[in-house]
């Protein structure tokens, strides 16, 4: 099974050859053939006049068909691109090492050709992470923005939107993360001699993945809050791709915290630390915070309050019912517990508004939109405590809403609130831990309803199966106005362009291009069967042309 793309768009073709690059990844092999000169040309347009063409117009990437396929092609792909209010936009998120450590783009022919498969698909377009440990790598206010400028003009030539993450986090260490980049190296040396600068647990151990925000006010690197670094990064951004804010990057998805995410890192994985489903540990015993938390229990009248975080907490890997604070009838429920929560979630919702007031400022009128992701924390959802969302500043209980509050703080940018684990399903899930994805889903839904903003998804792990691209799609309606705005794949990779998964994606967005209401089979659909198969049968037949396979 092959995806064929023409190539003579990015590549100069020689005589018969087959090229196994070293800077391919998920593209395995490109094959070419050179023979003489046909009427009959595969072509695909990938110019920005191209993305202008009204969608009646649309010229089919297979000229010189017989008309009777060619019809068949064109019909569906026009579902792609129907005109429907209750369209969901599909993009896919891009490899984590998009843009290499020395600032240049990775595998540029392999991410060309990818684009090119994923734009015939019917995608909206990509996402990527603007990784601050690439981009100001090289000193304080030192911006290199060389790769990221090299992708966006490649999104743009396959006439692609792009989503751009500003990501203040380092990679590595959690779920699904293939490569390392951490902050940049400035700024662990302001770590190195400060490291309260950076989240700690009750134990002592610091964690080195984002900026505490205890210290977010406060001028400790180089002069500079981490909230001015942030917002300068941003603003050199914003300058560098003035012209294509609002045409070509749609989104900009503003990183607050690990993972990009709204959240404390109460459950990391490097080390073994934490392991599902632990319900993780309270990060707030850096300096600063213990400074914030006491100063909050004077205010209260409740001195001996501050001196600590809560001392039956619990570690990382256990459960609710084994600790005091989080069990049936803990001491998350007492007047100490909801003290202590209403101060470490509202110290969360502080940080994301001084981010997001900032990005505010700096974006608005770019025609770009602001979104910000918050995490899918599902296991022991069940629970009253709701353990492992409270340690990662989420103050939701059976007794309190911690949703609608985040919601609430977006509402005042409109900011539209990203979150994960679309394609979860409760009975997929080990009983023992408790867990609720489409519980949490729903709550999220409804808050988001309540504030008046807009809800994208992702998907949280790898998956290419029907039942994940079902849930996507049952949860994608918008049967009572709850619907989602757009949804990001996770993610381009070779496991991707294998022919069953190509068949399961370019199937399911054509799906969301009809507001999630066209149910993804659990196996092959027809339609997508004559998408690939006739991209095969074109290959038989095109003995007489330049070509580039992916295997």
């Not at 092959?2 to 800077?23: E, G």
């Not at 909050?296 to 990382?316: E, F, I, L, R, V």
């Not at 991707?496 to 399961?504: C, H």
Request: with cysteine.
């Amino acid at each position: 099974m092959a995806l064929t793309l023409r190539s003579s768009t990015f590549l100069n073709l020689k005589d018969i050859k087959t090229l196994k690059t070293l800077d391919v990844d998920f593209v395995t092999t490109i094959c070419f053939a050179q023979i003489k000169p046909t009427t009959r040309r595969l072509r695909t347009r990938n110019s920005i006049q191209d993305a202008q063409l009204s969608r009646e117009k649309m010229i089919s990437p297979f000229e010189g068909m017989y008309d009777a396929q060619k019809e068949k092609f064109h019909a569906l792909s026009s579902s792609h691109q129907m005109q429907n209010d209750s369209k969901v936009p599909v993009y896919v998120m891009l490899p984590l090492d998009t843009v290499t450590l020395g600032g240049h783009l990775n595998k540029p022919k392999a991410m060309n050709a990818s684009l090119m498969a994923l734009k015939n698909a019917g995608v909206e377009g990509v996402m990527v992470d603007v990784w601050w440990g690439l981009v100001e790598k090289d000193g304080s206010l030192k911006y290199n923005w060389e790769g990221y400028v090299e992708l966006v003009n490649m999104v743009q030539k396959h006439g692609l939107k792009l989503q751009a993450v500003m990501s203040f986090h380092q990679c590595g260490g959690n779920v699904g993360d293939s490569c390392s980049i951490p902050l940049p190296p400035w700024v662990l040396e302001e770590i190195s001699r400060n490291p309260d600068l950076v989240y700690t647990d009750r134990s002592g151990r610091r964690n080195p993945e984002y900026l505490s925000l205890g210290c977010d006010s406060l001028p400790v690197l180089r002069g500079r809050t981490p909230i001015q670094v942030y917002s300068d990064f941003m603003r050199s951004f914003k300058q560098r791709f003035k012209n294509y804010l609002g045409n070509v990057i749609v989104e900009i998805q503003v990183g607050m915290g690990p993972c990009g995410e709204l959240r404390y890192p109460s459950y990391p994985e490097s080390n073994g630390t934490w392991k599902f489903p632990g319900i993780g540990e309270f990060q707030c015993y850096d300096k600063y915070m213990r400074a914030s938390l006491e100063a909050a229990a004077d205010a209260n009248g409740k001195k001996d309050w501050g001196n600590s975080g809560p001392h039956d907490s619990g570690q990382y890997n256990q459960f609710p019912e084994d600790t005091g604070f989080f069990r049936r009838e803990g001491t998350w429920d007492t007047d100490y517990g909801r003290f202590f929560m209403e101060w470490y979630s509202g110290k969360l919702l502080e940080h994301g508004d001084k981010i997001l007031g900032s990005a505010d400022r700096i974006f608005r009128g770019t025609g770009a939109k602001l979104s910000g992701k918050v995490a899918g924390i599902h296991w022991h959802y069940k629970t009253r405590s709701h353990a492992a969302e409270l340690t990662a500043g989420y103050y939701n209980t059976r007794h309190s809403d911690g949703y609608l509050p985040i919601a609430k703080m977006l509402a005042k940018y409109d900011v539209v609130f990203n979150f994960t684990c679309m394609e979860m399903r409760d009975n997929e899930q080990p009983q023992h831990a408790n867990c609720s994805p489409e519980g949490l889903v729903r709550q999220v839904k409804l808050a988001v309803k309540a504030a008046g903003i807009g809800l994208a998804g992702e998907n949280a792990l790898e998956r290419y199966d029907g039942g994940a691209y079902a849930q996507v799609l049952t949860t994608s309606r918008s049967d009572s106005g709850n619907g989602l705005c757009a949804f990001t794949f996770l993610r381009l990779n070779k496991r991707l362009f294998e022919a069953e998964n190509w068949r399961q994606l370019v199937n399911f967005v054509r799906s969301m291009s009809e507001g999630g209401r066209v149910r993804q089979p659990e196996s092959d659909s027809s339609t997508t069967d004559l998408y690939v198969r006739f991209v095969d049968n074109k290959l038989k037949s095109l003995k007489e042309d330049k070509e580039a396979v992916l295997l």
